[in-house]
């Protein structure tokens, strides 16, 4: 199940980048780190607002009722199959796109 979702969170970028290609009208490969780059970011941010909101709601009733629900943790990534086919998405398509681009930048 895990290589499951490790192979679609990759092609889920993929797919999204090859969309976001053709509703733009840019080529694919100047979209695809761009794309991954733009996943990985949304998906951080959905995991950090969670932590953050939890901690503020454990605050909020502690300073109201006095009642502990918990302490409030640092922000961590948990690294399950999908962040890691993200980040795996992300440097795959980083290389990709760096060496398509490194003609340009060495003639």
């Known amino acids: ?10 092609l889920g970028n993929a797919g999204i980048a090859w969309l976001f290609s053709r509703l733009v ?9 761009l794309s991954g780059l733009l996943v990985f970011g949304v998906v951080w941010m ?3 607002n969670h932590n953050q909101s939890t901690n ?29 086919g993200t ?3 992300l440097v795959t398509s980083g290389v990709v796109t760096f060496i398509y681009y490194l003609p340009y930048f060495t003639a």
Request: glycine share 8%; charged share 5%; no cysteine.
């Open 56 to 84: 503020i709601l454990n605050a909020t009733i502690k300073g109201t009722t006095g009642v502990s629900t918990g302490v409030s943790k640092p922000f961590t990534v948990t690294l399950n199959s999908f962040m890691v």
């Open 25 to 33: 009208g840019w080529s694919y490969m100047e979209t695809i780190f």
């Open 46 to 48: 959905i995991l950090l």
């Open 87 to 89: 980040i795996v998405y």
């Open 1 to 10: 199940m895990k290589f499951l979702y490790f192979t679609a969170s990759i």
